[in-house]
Structures are given as structure tokens and as C-alpha cells.
């Protein structure tokens, strides 16, 4: 299961728990919307976890960096590669720094 997935159906839980609040809340007589409150709140939330849950399972929306539509497999090989890629940028860095260590060295020893 990838993370879009996951996170999809955490938010569509959570959607659907808050509609199903929502219309307890009715039944019951705690809710009114006769009048604009901070009970508007929680169907507004409930619906826009569930437009969030579907945009996150197919990768997009705003979510999209945070819970990636991509196997454990290929998420491990690509921190892998970026890994790396940093290593070979901190080796090189180094390197330049050795070298300009070394020729300034030279050049106080000849002064």
C-alpha cells in the first residue's frame, strides 16, 4: 500500500465520520442551520476531507509531496539515488577543499 492510498483512506474515514456527525447532529436537535455557527464547521471539514482523500489517491492536490503515490520499492530506490548523489557532491566538495587547502599552504611556505 502506498502512502497516497493510506493517507486516502484516512481522510475519507474521517470525511465520512464527520457527514455521519453531521446528520446525528440533526436528527438529535444539536445542530441547526438556521443560523451560521461554528456548527457549519464540521460538514464543511467532512467534505473537504473527502475532496482531499480523492485528490490524494490519485497523487495530486495539495498533499501530493507529503504522501507520495509511489511502492516502497521505488520510493527506496529514488532516497537511494538522492542519497548518493549527495555523497558524491559532499566527496567532491572535499576535494576542492583539500586542493585550495594544499595551494594556500604552498603559497605561505613560499612567502
Known amino acids: 500500500m502506498t502512502p497516497a492510498i493510506a493517507a486516502q483512506r484516512l481522510l475519507?474515514?474521517?470525511g465520512l465520520g464527520m457527514i455521519l456527525a453531521t446528520g446525528l447532529g440533526l436528527i438529535s436537535g444539536l445542530i441547526e442551520f438556521n443560523s451560521l455557527g461554528l456548527e457549519l464547521m464540521i460538514p464543511?471539514?467532512?467534505?473537504?476531507?473527502?475532496i482531499l482523500g480523492y485528490f490524494t489517491g490519485k497523487g495530486e492536490g495539495p498533499l501530493?509531496?507529503?504522501f507520495p503515490l509511489e511502492s516502497r520499492e521505488k520510493m527506496v530506490l529514488r532516497l537511494e539515488n538522492e542519497i548518493s548523489t549527495l555523497e558524491k557532491d559532499?566527496?567532491?566538495g572535499d576535494a576542492w577543499a583539500k586542493l585550495e587547502e594544499t595551494m594556500l599552504s604552498k603559497e605561505l611556505e613560499e612567502e
Open 12 to 14: 475519507f474515514g474521517t
Open 44 to 50: 464543511i471539514f467532512g467534505f473537504t476531507f473527502l
Open 64 to 66: 501530493k509531496d507529503w
Open 90 to 92: 559532499s566527496h567532491l
